[in-house]
């Protein structure tokens, strides 16, 4: 079962500022963790749609799946943090 399907995406994101017209500007990039495809945008503006729109074609069933590995993975954080507390 794919990420995606699964309702999980990961990316790598950069941002910095550039100077445009004379005004500083953000600009973005995004690089898929899963595919190594890189998107660029020349504002945040442009970022967000992005991102909107990638959320927004998930499948119907994605959110409850997705919801179900956030809570496990919070669970097994929960529990490292729990080791390390116990540890002191």
């Known amino acids: 079962m794919s990420d995606e399907r699964d309702g999980y995406q990961a990316y790598l994101l ?3 500022r550039a100077q ?5 500007q953000w600009r973005a990039s995004l690089e898929s963790r899963h595919t190594g495809e890189r998107q660029a945008f020349a504002g945040l ?3 967000f749609a992005f991102l909107g729109e990638r959320c927004d074609s998930q499948t119907l069933g994605a959110p409850d799946t997705y919801l179900e590995s956030s809570r ?4 097994r ?4 943090a729990d080791q390390r507390s116990k540890k002191r």
């Open 77 to 80: 954080s929960l529990g490292i």
């Open 45 to 47: 503006e442009q970022l």
């Open 20 to 24: 445009c017209g004379g005004k500083w």
């Open 14 to 16: 950069r941002l910095w």
């Open 72 to 75: 496990s993975l919070e669970h």
